[in-house]
């Protein structure tokens, strides 16, 4: 949809040839640019001669794997919506406040 979306994501670091770390998360977002992220969930999977294997991994154990670039979602994409409602509800408060005085 142009306006809104939702549904499920994925990000992926490769650690080498036989090892990808995944985060899937649930995102909802407005034209894109406002975005709210939750139900991230980190796992690692494993090439094998049958085809990928995955196992679930802690955040602790992801970072653990790869400290220099920690497989994580920055906080616009996590609240970005939130952030902008809040702004949001506060300009509108302040104009009800303004506009009473």
Not at 76 to 83: D, E, M, N, T, V
Request: proline share 4%.
């Amino acid at each position: 949809m142009i306006f809104f979306g939702w549904g499920p994501r994925r990000k992926t670091y490769r650690l080498d040839q036989a090892h990808l770390l995944i985060l899937d998360y649930q995102i909802f977002h407005i034209i894109w640019l406002f975005q709210v992220a939750w139900n991230l969930r980190y796992s690692m999977a494993t090439a094998t001669q049958y085809g990928w294997v995955t196992r679930p991994l802690t955040p602790e154990q992801c970072q653990s794997l790869q400290p220099e670039k920690y497989l994580t979602l920055n906080v616009w994409w996590k609240w970005g919506l939130a952030i902008m409602g809040g702004f949001f509800g506060l300009g509108t408060l302040l104009l009800i406040v303004i506009s009473t005085v």
